[in-house]
Each structure stands twice: as C-alpha cells, then as structure tokens.
C-alpha cells in the first residue's frame, strides 16, 4: 500500500492508467510498494526487485555483471524515470545475461511486483505494449552503451564522463570512475595522465579539477 | 499473398494463430510475401523489410553497423527462425542504434509487413507479447554477443567460431571470418598463425584444415 502522493506517480508512470478499471487499479495500489536502497547496495536479478521501478529520487546505474571479469556499464536511472527489470536469462541460449544495478546515490523507488504486472498483461494489450517499449528502450541504451564502448577511444569516453557530471572539481576515486567506464583503475589513472598533460584537468590528491579551456574547445 | 504451403508456415510462426478471427487471419495471409535475397545482400532498418521474418531457407547475420568504424557481430538468423525486424534508432537518445544484416547465404523469407501487424498488436495483447518476447530475445542475444566481444580473448573466439562450422576443410577467407567476429583481416591472420603453431590446424593458400587433437583437447 501507497500514499496519495504516491497514486499520483502511478498515473505518470502508466499513461493508460484511465483505461484501467477500478478494480485493477485497486490492486495495483495494494500491492505497489516504496522502498528505501543505500547507497552502494547492489542488486540482481530474480530478486525482490523484479518489476517496475520508478526512482522517487537517487541514481541508479544498471550493468552487466560477470562472475570472472569486469563489469560492463549499460545505463543509469535517473529521477522520475522507470524501469522494467527482469531476468534475462534465457535457457534457450546455453549462457547466462546478468542485468544488475548499484544504487549510486541514496534512493527511493515506487516498486510494482512483476507478480502483479503479469496479471494485467493479457488482459490490458496496452500494458503488454508499455512493457515492451521498456524492453525496447533499455535494449537501445545497452546496445549503444556497449557499442561506445567497442568503438570509443577510452581518453574520449573519460573526458565525455568528467564533463557530464557538471562539476570543477570531482572528488570521485579512480577505482570509481573506471567502474562508470567499464575500464580498470589503473588504465583510468594513466589517461587522465594524458588529460592532465594537454591541459583537459589538473589531478590533485583527493581531486580532479576540470580547467576551462575557453576557446581552445 | 502467398501460397498454401506458407500459410502453414504461419500457424507455425504465430502460436496463436488459431485465436485470430478469420477475417484478420485473411489480411495476414494477403500482404504476406515471399521474398528471395541474394547472397552478400545487405539490408539495413526503416526499409522494405520491417516487419515479422520468417526465415524459409538460407542464412542471415545480424550486426551493429557504424559509418566510421567496424561492424559488431550480434546473432545469426537460421532456418526456420524468426526475426522482429524494425527501427531502432530512439529519437530521445541523440544517437542512432543502426541493426542490419547480410545475406550470409542465398535465402527465402517471408515477411509479414510492420504495418500489418500494427494493425493487430493493440486487438491481440497475445500478438503484442509475442512481438516483445522477439524483442527481448534479440536483445539478450544481441548483449551476449557484445559481452563476448569485449570479455573473451580473441584467439578462443576464432576457435570457437571455427569449430562451429563443423567443418574439416574451412574455405573462408580471413576477411570473411574477421566480419564474423567484429575484428580486422591483420588480427585474423595473426591469430591464426598462433593456433598454427599450437597445433590446432593448419592454414593453406586458400584454405583452413582443422586437426583432430584427438585426447589433446
């Protein structure tokens, strides 16, 4: 069960929520949750997490986790935006596809049970479309994160992080940013060597410090 | 309008075929074609071939193409196997998500255009979901194949990819198998002249002879 303020989210979240009957409605409200997740906390999937998610506030960021190697970074969830989390993997294909996410800043999520979406997506075609809008947008964001990845210089990828995140002075560790970046601390801390050398960034203890480079951009 | 015998094919494809009213089933069968595409044909999206792919004969290979850099291998589309074949690029991400395929052998389809099953998925929530299980099977397929690329060392993909052929006698050249798994001729080639002086086969002018390790392996 949800507050009132919380229905509201409901009726953003779905945009046919008007087309759903009351009874419907009712359990999707009974059975919708608010959960609060630490920062740092990671989850998998086939978990209590299935389902839809709706970030109330914080930041999420979804990869690909993989027993022996490094993770590969897909996508964030930043406020307001939801997600469909599920298992992906597929017993058809012998290997396994293993979606996870980290809870990036202290946050917030309206949660609706996968158990609970199942029961209205034969019934609501336009809910099963919903869904797979989801699917396919996450599947756009993956598949380009991984192909920037492939095909990105690393030296480009790191300068287009630093700038992204708005800021002169950026107090995350090396370790941090090479997990954002799919990359390992150490090839992380020798481009921004190579940044620091052609004047991108000045590298203090605890810092980087992004120099502006007026029209030299 | 196809023939008698692909009208079968379509009750194999859609496993909801016989819930579909007469009438609709009708439309289906009407704009249904069957098309013939050349070998090293290749397609790209928003283009004559959106839509349901039903693979009658021949062989397809799926990859990320990218103007300025090399292709990504995602899956193959075998015999008998059906592809959801649409647009991806996402206007609310700047960037364009480009999935084409070539003709890896001569092959038959029969498509089933986008915009008639448009005309179904909000009727059918079953055809809906059909579509969105399509989708999330490329996705998870398309995402292993990027993950592969990135995890595994090059020199056991090739192997893989060789051992794959069932073949004894390989004929392709070293080009052909570098599109297979995203890399480049030099690569290839280097690769290969390692897994020759290991003694997993052997390459001649124009072709690669595999060799029983017999207890080796």
Do not use: C
């Not at 009132?4 to 008007?18: T, V």
């Not at 052609?198 to 810092?207: M, S, T, V």
């Amino acid at each position: 069960m949800i507050s009132k303020e919380d229905i509201k989210h409901l009726e953003k979240i779905f945009p046919f929520w008007l087309d759903i009957s009351q009874n419907d409605k009712a359990k999707i409200i009974l059975s919708s949750r608010i959960l609060s997740l630490k920062k740092n906390a990671i989850f998998f999937n086939s978990h209590d997490l299935d389902g839809l998610l709706f970030l109330k506030s914080g930041k999420l960021r979804f990869f690909l986790s993989h027993l022996e190697a490094r993770e590969l970074p897909l996508y964030y969830l930043n406020n307001m935006e939801v997600e469909f989390f599920e298992n992906f993997t597929d017993n058809s294909i012998s290997m396994i596809l293993d979606i996870a996410f980290i809870v990036e800043k202290n946050s917030e999520i309206l949660l609706i049970p996968y158990s609970v979406l199942n029961l209205f997506r034969s019934k609501y075609s336009i809910m099963e479309k919903f869904l797979h809008n989801l699917t396919r947008e996450k599947f756009s964001k993956s598949l380009l994160s991984l192909q920037n990845i492939l095909l990105k210089p690393l030296k480009e990828r790191l300068l287009n992080f630093l700038y992204s995140l708005n800021k002169t002075e950026i107090s995350l560790t090396h370790e941090e940013i090479a997990k954002n970046l799919g990359s390992s601390r150490e090839v992380i801390s020798r481009n921004l060597k190579i940044l620091e050398k052609e004047n991108f960034l000045k590298i203090n203890r605890k810092k980087i410090i992004i120099l502006d480079r007026g029209e030299v951009l």
